[in-house]
Every structure is written in structure tokens, then in C-alpha cells.
């Protein structure tokens, strides 16, 4: 499967920012989504995940900020993004596998498939 990610940009600290990954090629119902981001000298670290139940997991420094969903009629997860922080400040992925269990959903090296990422940069 294909991914690619839209939506990325500049904000002012407590905007907004809604980021878009369109899937192509595959069976995207079958595929649990994840939300990865990496900020510049620092590792890639989990953001949220969709799985295919559409039940979703945030980390804690986005919960209650971030809201990631699903449309599989559109083949598409979204990453909704509140009050943002510069701590925020990252590229974002998305990234989609099928075999992932729940302890595993963080480790970025589980994933088969990957979006090109896109940059949020948020600014005090």
C-alpha cells in the first residue's frame, strides 16, 4: 500500500492543524494506522494509532489534543491536532501495518509501509 500525507505546516502556539494520509493500492480496512513524528536530532517516536476496530491510542503528550480517525469508504486516517505546543514541532508520519498487536504498536519498526511525512512547525 501507498501512503501520503498532506495537511502539514506553520501555526501559532494553541492552532490547529488537521493532517490528511491517503492510502492507495491496498486494503486499507485490513490495515491498522499509526501517526509517528520526529523532531529534529531526536528519534522517532509513536503518536497515535488507529487500529482496524477503529479504537484508537494516543501517548500521553498528545492525549486529549490529538484526535486520529479513520474513513475507509476514502481509504484515509486523519490526525486532528488542537492546541499545539512547540514541543509539537516535528515531521510527521504516517505509517500503516496489518500483523501489529497491541504491545507493539509503538515500535516504528513493526511497520511495512510508510508515508513521506510532512512538517508541522508550531511557533511561540
Known amino acids: 500500500v501507498q501512503l501520503q500525507a498532506f495537511g502539514g505546516g506553520s501555526v501559532q502556539v494553541g492552532g490547529s492543524l488537521r493532517l490528511p494520509c491517503a492510502a492507495s493500492?491496498?486494503?486499507?480496512?485490513?490495515?491498522?494506522m499509526a501517526w509517528f513524528r520526529q523532531a529534529p536530532g531526536k528519534e522517532r517516536e509513536p503518536v497515535s494509532i488507529v487500529w482496524t476496530d477503529r479504537s484508537t491510542y494516543y501517548e500521553d503528550s498528545v492525549k486529549g489534543r490529538f484526535t486520529a480517525s479513520r474513513d475507509n469508504a476514502k481509504s484515509t486516517v486523519t490526525l486532528q491536532m488542537n492546541s499545539l505546543k512547540p514541543e509539537d514541532t516535528a515531521v510527521y508520519y504516517c505509517?500503516?501495518?496489518?500483523?501489529?498487536?497491541?504491545?507493539?504498536?509503538?515500535?516504528?519498526?513493526?511497520?511495512?509501509?510508510w508515508g513521506q511525512g510532512t512538517l508541522v512547525t508550531v511557533s511561540s
Open positions: 493500492g491496498g486494503a486499507f480496512r485490513s490495515y491498522h
Open positions: 505509517a500503516a501495518d496489518r500483523s501489529l498487536i497491541r504491545t507493539s504498536w509503538r515500535d516504528w519498526r513493526h511497520y511495512d509501509f
